[in-house]
């Protein structure tokens, strides 16, 4: 049925409004119902019961709160796409109200068709009399064609037409608009059974997509992305419970990832958007969506095991090569707060979500037993991306030998560290930035950005190749509260510097083609083993050469954080493994600064520092 300007002007949108009330109310009830399986039922059931009886009742638990969560999902995006609807539709009304308006006080006559018919009006140039009225259609050109000059327009024909266009428009775009939404609503239905496979979340994420792009002009404009993480704070703070709940439904990876928003709301909506991300990937078939949903699960097994410190997923998101930011403990509530930047090789993987995950559960729990009394939250933020390299093929990717990836980082890192500030409810929380490996680096160039890491009052570098810095005191927080650790067989913290790397780089390419050249007299496999040995020899040469020329403080990126020239405290931590020793990982020293199993006393200092008892850890000397 065609839709009349009359039926525009008599459509209730109230009524679509009081129906997304309703499916507002059904979300609500299917997000108590899974606050309180997660909350109450499960955190109970795993403290008192054990047994195949109590894992099958966890089980179940677990299969009823994600299925609550789907319907919380797909009820709030059907609430959404009403009051959009409504409102869009509200926009039509008010342009036609307006047109009609216009109208009633110009004496013209609005058809039920649309056309406006207007009286007769101004002077004709020959007898003086009233120009004749007449009737303005959409389409037509009255008062358009040029004038003979002998006969003067009415003026009432521009504005009639006027009146007609403007009448028309609104009665098409409203009709585009419910074709729009009708499709969409069409769309936003569960398949039957007591279950939500993964397949169904995959269509969830596909209901998402819709809806956003449904509702740009309803919510999302109104969203403050280029502002401070205090104006965010301060615009979230200022929403109805409704715009939020609205907001979480539709928009749960850009709230979830808003630096400035709380902990607890950012966590929620990230959950949401973890079902949503892996039914997304679910549907995909490439190497990278894989790797990341492997990445993902293990992050939602985790998230559902109910973990003690609580976890928090603070961001999450598939972009580059994958983003998570997970907190054990809750950053706005707690009096100490760090944020470990992992480095080289880190990705949104299964990996990273079972090791550097545990970096920052293990860093949680040691500060918790050195400091009982003052609460403490632990992150690990990917936030950026790391460089990606392979021993197999060490020049695959050349990005960890320049910075171009930690100053992107940085400056994402700092947004995130403004967003802990503002939210944390001591208003000052001691603060330590922690990084590892080439993380070491993005902390260290966001601590020289114009006005250092928001908040930050200790920096901790473990495992670094430097910071881009040539001393402590250049990090912002002065050299006394700036903490090294350096494993001795840790291979990153003796890398040879830019200088000696170039000086070994022509060694081995010229010491390579003289012994192939001296070789091939013997044949071709006297080429093979001349050009080997040469290359090895003269690599040598040109890393003696350069070394004789420079500091021996110089790291790859500045001074050696672990050297005395830098004037930062080295902290004890222990030898590691030797790269070459048997049964051990080429540079399994290097990753070992976190694990109490494996470096007790790297941990211990570094929950010190985190706890605020930096003055208790084990110094040792610089080198």
């Not at 047994?51 to 609430?79: D, H, K, P």
């Not at 998570?324 to 990273?352: H, K, M, Q």
């Not at 403004?418 to 680096?441: E, F, K, M, Q």
Request: charged letters at 25%; glycine letters at 12%.
């Amino acid at each position: 049925m065609t839709l009349t300007w009359a039926q525009l002007r008599d459509l209730k949108c109230g009524e679509l409004e009081g129906a997304a009330d309703g499916w507002g109310r059904a979300s609500n009830r299917a997000d108590a119902g899974r606050d309180r399986i997660e909350t109450q039922l499960l955190t109970g059931l795993r403290g008192t019961q054990r047994g195949a009886a109590a894992e099958a009742a966890v089980g179940r638990l677990q299969q009823m709160s994600r299925n609550l969560q789907y319907v919380y999902t797909e009820c709030g995006l059907l609430r959404t796409t009403l009051n959009s609807l409504a409102h869009e539709l509200r926009l039509q009304q008010r342009a036609l109200r307006e047109a009609l308006d216009d109208a009633e006080s110009l004496k013209f006559t609005v058809h039920a068709d649309g056309s406006v018919t207007y009286p007769a009006a101004g002077e004709g140039l020959i007898d003086g009399k009233p120009l004749p009225g007449g009737t303005a259609s959409v389409g037509s050109l009255p008062g358009l064609l040029p004038s003979s000059g002998l006969v003067a327009p009415n003026p009432n024909v521009a504005k009639a037409q006027d009146i007609a266009d403007r009448v028309a428009k609104a009665v098409r775009t409203a009709a585009e608009t419910d074709w729009r939404y009708a499709r969409i609503l069409r769309r936003l239905r569960a398949e039957e059974g007591l279950k939500v496979p993964d397949a169904t979340w995959t269509d969830a994420a596909g209901d998402a997509a819709a809806v956003r792009d449904a509702a740009r002009g309803y919510l999302r404009d109104g969203i403050p992305r280029d502002t401070s993480p205090a104006e965010r704070k301060a615009w979230w703070a200022g929403l109805t419970d409704e715009q939020r709940e609205e907001y979480l439904a539709v928009y749960p990876d850009q709230i979830g990832n808003l630096d400035g928003i709380p902990a607890v709301v950012r966590d929620a909506a990230n959950r949401d958007n973890l079902q949503l991300l892996m039914g997304k990937l679910e549907g995909r078939d490439d190497a990278k969506s894989e790797t990341q949903l492997a990445g993902l699960r293990e992050i939602d097994r985790q998230l559902r095991e109910g973990r003690q410190p609580p976890m928090f997923l603070l961001g999450i998101g598939d972009q580059g090569n994958g983003r998570a930011i997970v907190s054990f403990g809750n950053p706005d509530t707690a009096r100490n707060v760090s944020a470990y930047v992992p480095g080289l090789n880190t990705s949104l993987d299964e990996e990273f979500a079972k090791s550097d995950l545990k970096r920052a559960r293990d860093t949680a729990i040691g500060a918790k037993e050195i400091n009982p009394e003052s609460p403490s939250a632990a992150i690990v933020w990917l936030g950026y991306d790391a460089p990606q390299t392979s021993v197999s093929d060490p020049l695959e990717n050349l990005d960890v030998m320049g910075e171009g990836n930690a100053e992107a980082g940085a400056v994402a890192y700092n947004r995130f560290m403004a967003g802990i500030s503002a939210t944390n409810r001591y208003g000052d929380p001691h603060v330590t930035a922690i990084g590892h490996s080439y993380g070491s680096l993005t902390v260290g160039l966001a601590a020289q950005e114009r006005d250092g890491i928001p908040g930050a009052d200790d920096i901790v570098l473990v495992g670094s190749p430097g910071t881009g810095a040539r001393s402590a005191n250049e990090l912002g927080v002065g050299k006394d509260h700036v903490f090294v650790g350096a494993a001795e067989n840790d291979p990153v913290t003796k890398l040879p510097n830019s200088k000696e790397a170039s000086g070994i780089g022509a060694g081995v390419a010229g010491g390579a083609s003289t012994g192939f050249v001296l070789g091939a007299s013997a044949g071709p496999v006297g080429a093979v083993i001349g050009g080997a040995a040469g290359g090895i020899a003269g690599g040598f040469a040109g890393y003696s050469a350069q070394n004789a020329q420079v500091n021996e403080s110089e790291a790859w990126f500045g001074t050696d954080p672990a050297h005395q020239e830098f004037g930062a405290n080295r902290f004890a931590v222990s030898d590691g493994p030797h790269p070459f020793a048997r049964g051990h990982d080429l540079v399994e020293a290097h990753s070992n600064y976190f694990n109490p199993s494996k470096d007790q006393m790297s941990a211990d200092n570094i929950a010190r520092i985190v706890s605020g008892k930096s003055e208790e850890i084990q110094r040792e000397r610089p080198r």
